[in-house]
């Protein structure tokens, strides 16, 4: 069975209305709320690498915990991560991962690419 996962916070909007869209269109996959089970540095990195981005490109900006401790900070790739695992607020939501990809899925539309290219390579 091949790998369909979306990282969820139940909290947000964004997030649930990932999970909807996922929902309608995929006929299984696995719902990690990130919250309950924490990543760990290597599995972040592992799913930020997969994504093709910067660990700093899946920061939340607005949060307040960003703008007390991290605004103005010019951090490593290590260090973002890092952020992350120990404040996980700061991860833009959702998630969605596949085998060979990963994408912030907002808007919510953008994980349909993802899903897409998983059905073409079926």
Known sequence: MSLLRIY???????SRAG????????PAFEIVDYFKQPFTHE????????S???ARD????????FKLHYKGKDLNEKDW??????NPK???????ETD???????????LLTLLHKKQLES
């Open 58 to 65: 899946f920061i939340r900006t607005q949060e307040d915990d």
């Open 52 to 54: 093709g981005s910067t």
């Open 90 to 96: 700061l991860l833009k939501r959702p998630v969605v």
């Open 100 to 110: 060979d990809g990963a994408v912030w899925a907002d808007p919510p539309e953008k």
């Open 43 to 50: 599995t972040l990195a592992a799913l930020i690498q997969k």
């Open 81 to 86: 991560i890092d952020a992350i695992v120990s």
């Open 8 to 14: 969820h916070n139940p909290r947000c909007k964004k």
């Open 19 to 26: 999970l909807a869209l996922l929902t309608e269109n995929a």
